[in-house]
Structures are given as structure tokens and as C-alpha cells.
């Protein structure tokens, strides 16, 4: 049994009998993520997941345009903002800001694997700008996706605190004219 909780590590909390469900409860106990989504990154839900696998498969001459697609569709929404749309622009976004000076490379396994492998991306210059755009009505108040996330978290939000980050380094683009 000593070995068994060895191996469960220091944050499983076993139950009587060390069941792996324990540890599942724990985890899934401590903090919520809405359905479909399995961390707080700009690809760590099925939707994003989905967009990168097209991005992917795309050709490259046709992947700033699905950037720009993703992008403008969360933008440029007038009426209540669906999360999935809201999923894209969020991953659309995080591709634009890792091609950025500032940026962070992209590391997570749901990423485009093209990106993952260091391939090259020309974006024209007006995406930063663009992303920002769609970052602002994804964290407004008739936002699906804003509002399973404010749902979801009690204190602090790495979500929001995600968007915030990428809405940083897009901003300190010469290209996006923002602040």
C-alpha cells in the first residue's frame, strides 16, 4: 500500500481503498473547466483542437487566410458570441503572437504541428491589430466563452489570465496600434 500511494504522488488524496477514481476526483474537484475543455491554454479544448487540425492540413498558402477567418469571425460578431467561434479566435490569436518578436514559442502538443516543428508563417502585418480585436469581444460581457469561464473559476482565472497575456504581447506589436 506505501508503494501504491508513493506512486499516486503528493496531490492524489486516495480514497480507503487508493483507487485511481480517487485521484480523478481530486483533480477534477479542484477546478472546474467548461465541457470539451481540458486546461486553460489557447488549445486546450476539442474546438481549438479541431481549427488546428485544419490549419494543419491546410495549405500554406491558404493559412493566413483561416487565421484572418477565425480572427474576423469573433470580431466582428454583433450578437451574442458562441464559444466556439470565441475557441478559434483564441487559437488564431495565439498563433499571431507567437510569430511576433515577443512572443512565446508554442509548445503545447494540440498546437499546429507545422508550428511545433519551427515551419515558417508569413502573416500580413495587420493580423496583431485584428487579434486584439477579437481578444476585446471574447472578454466581453455577451461572450459564451467569457461567461463558462467566469463560471468556472472562483479566485483566480488562467483563462482570463491567458487571453490577458496574449492580448499583451499582441499590443506591443508596431502593428497593432494598441495599447
Not at 492540413?57 to 487566410?65: L, T
Not at 479566435?89 to 498546437?111: C, D, F, M
Not at 496583431?128 to 455577451?142: F, G, Q, S
Request: hydrophobic share 35%.
Amino acid at each position: 500500500m506505501a508503494k501504491r500511494q508513493q506512486k499516486l504522488g503528493e496531490r492524489a488524496r486516495p480514497d480507503r481503498n487508493g483507487s485511481a477514481c480517487a485521484r480523478i476526483r481530486a483533480q477534477s474537484t479542484s477546478r472546474r473547466t467548461p465541457m470539451g475543455t481540458w486546461d486553460s491554454g489557447p488549445f486546450d479544448n476539442d474546438t481549438a483542437a479541431d481549427w488546428c487540425g485544419e490549419l494543419d492540413r491546410a495549405d500554406p498558402g491558404d493559412r493566413p487566410a483561416l487565421i484572418r477567418n477565425a480572427l474576423g469571425a469573433a470580431a466582428d460578431e454583433e450578437g451574442y458570441l458562441d464559444s466556439d467561434l470565441a475557441c478559434e479566435a483564441i487559437a488564431a490569436a495565439a498563433v499571431v503572437a507567437a510569430r511576433l518578436p515577443t512572443g512565446q514559442a508554442i509548445n503545447s502538443a494540440y498546437a499546429p504541428d507545422f508550428l511545433r516543428s519551427g515551419d515558417r508563417l508569413g502573416l500580413p502585418h495587420d493580423l496583431p491589430t485584428l487579434a486584439v480585436r477579437a481578444l476585446d469581444r471574447i472578454m466581453a460581457e455577451d461572450s459564451e466563452w467569457h461567461g463558462l469561464w467566469n463560471d468556472a473559476s472562483t479566485d483566480d482565472n488562467p483563462a482570463f489570465d491567458m487571453v490577458g497575456s496574449l492580448r499583451k504581447t499582441l499590443s506591443a506589436s508596431p502593428e497593432s496600434g494598441s495599447d
